[in-house]
């Protein structure tokens, strides 16, 4: 398959932007070649400017869990905008999606839109810093929650708790305030809520860890962080950013039966418009401005165009049995991969939850990010350049899950099961 055509562009974008890209991971670094340039998409699939076909796994990082170019989306986007793209008002509109989500969501009784998933969750993070009074928040390793500031920190060397920021550019005080502690830690966390909960405004976590592989907890686990929180008077966060509609209307709070404080949301709930939002209680949530204290506002937050996408991807996700099918589709598709792998004794594992699965090259299940063999990733790259050339499109790291959306049909899954154990081969070959 020729990149010709990608490669002119990206040579142009990168005169254009840094790296070529508007968000990192796009420019192909972990694996090979240039990235693609996408042109259409429609279904399961997209073309590239070079007018090669391929199956999406990638889904646009999550949103499209509908496939693209769904025909009802679409079409709520196009009626929508034939009377303007934002009014800088409250609109019906939003009244219908904020009617949607929270009638159909056990835990959620008032929500907030804007416009991303970072977006969200700094909000997030500053009402529970503004509802307690308190200021530091304790986030864990391998999870994911956007480019906060206070969160792009993981643990430092020594002492485990105390962070080291992972990007330039954001003060030592900001990193100060957050405590970073490993996944499945049972006994690290009580320690660090009985020493420090007069500090600790919350507790964030990706309740399905999907940012640093998939790596799933136990139900156990994430229940014990419910107890403690409420014992210690610390909120918990759930970032269902992408585990938000995901894994059902009720995302991981519905699949676990947790109920977090607060929520927070992105990727799915805008049907591939840049969309966010968080929610909670009645009582928590009144702490937002205007009815209190903490500010946060946004120009075309809630605008209805956007809007309009959110209600009509929503509306199909509550279908009946929409999230039963794809997780029997996708579980077909990933232990199909398993089987083939188990016969060849290739050591890595399939790893599926709902629509979401990911390629783990170790036998053992993992349960916290240092467990991820680095070697693992020359594999992933390599079957990354392999399925490219066989028109399989993954997204470009050995650390990002893949997404199955409704359009994939099971015919798609099934040849792109046989295609990828050839790839298996050449991998471990
Ligand atoms: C994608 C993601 C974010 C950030 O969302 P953006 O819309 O990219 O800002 C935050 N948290 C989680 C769990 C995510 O997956």
Not at 77 to 82: F, G
Not at 220 to 234: A, E, I, Q, S
Request: with cysteine; net charge negative; aromatic share 10%.
């Amino acid at each position: 398959m020729k990149r010709n055509n990608s490669q002119q562009l990206f040579d142009e974008a990168k005169l254009l932007f840094p790296g070529g890209v508007n968000s990192p991971v796009r420019a192909f670094k972990s694996v090979s070649g240039p990235p693609l340039f996408i042109k259409s998409g429609n279904g399961a699939h997209f073309i590239d400017e070079d007018d090669n076909t391929y199956l999406d796994f990638c889904c646009s990082w999550g949103p499209l869990i509908l496939g693209h170019n769904n025909d009802k989306i679409r079409e709520a986007i196009v009626k929508t905008v034939a009377n303007g793209t934002s009014f800088g008002t409250p609109t019906k509109l939003g009244n219908e999606i904020g009617r949607l989500i929270v009638e159909n969501h056990r835990y959620l009784e008032k929500i907030r839109f804007v416009s991303s998933g970072t977006e969200a969750v700094m909000s997030a993070i500053r009402l529970a810093r503004g509802y307690s009074g308190k200021n530091k928040i304790v986030k864990f390793e391998g999870c994911y929650h956007g480019h906060v500031d206070s969160l792009l920190v993981k643990a430092g060397s020594g002492l485990a708790t105390f962070g080291e920021s992972t990007s330039s550019g954001i003060p030592k005080s900001f990193v100060e305030e957050t405590l970073v502690l490993g996944l499945n830690d049972l006994a690290g966390f009580e320690k660090l809520l009985e020493e420090q909960h007069n500090d600790i405004a919350a507790v964030i976590i990706e309740p399905i860890p999907a940012n640093n592989g998939l790596l799933l907890q136990d139900q156990n686990y994430l229940v014990w962080l419910r107890t403690l929180c409420d014992k210690y008077g610390v909120l918990l966060i759930f970032d269902e950013v992408i585990s938000g509609f995901r894994v059902g209307f009720e995302g991981a709070s519905g699949y676990y039966s947790i109920q977090p404080d607060i929520i927070t949301f992105g990727k799915i709930v805008g049907g591939g418009m840049p969309v966010g939002a968080y929610g909670g209680s009645k009582e928590i949530m009144s702490h937002v401005a205007p009815d209190g204290p903490v500010y946060q506002a946004g120009t075309l937050s809630a605008n209805p165009v956007a809007m309009a996408a959110g209600i009509a991807v929503l509306k199909q996700l509550l279908e009946e049995d929409f999230y039963e099918n794809q997780h029997i589709k996708t579980k077909k598709f990933t232990d199909s991969i398993q089987r083939y792998a188990d016969e060849k004794e290739y050591p890595m594992h399939m790893v599926q939850i709902g629509s979401i699965f990911w390629f783990a090259f170790a036998q053992e299940r993992i349960f916290t990010a240092d467990q991820i063999d680095p070697q693992g990733m020359d594999k992933f790259k390599v079957m990354h350049h392999e399925l490219l050339h066989r028109g399989i499109y993954l997204g470009p790291s050995g650390y990002e899950v893949g997404f199955i959306s409704a359009a994939h049909t099971d015919e798609d899954l099934a040849d792109a099961a046989i295609t990828i154990c050839n790839v298996l081969d050449l991998v471990f070959g």
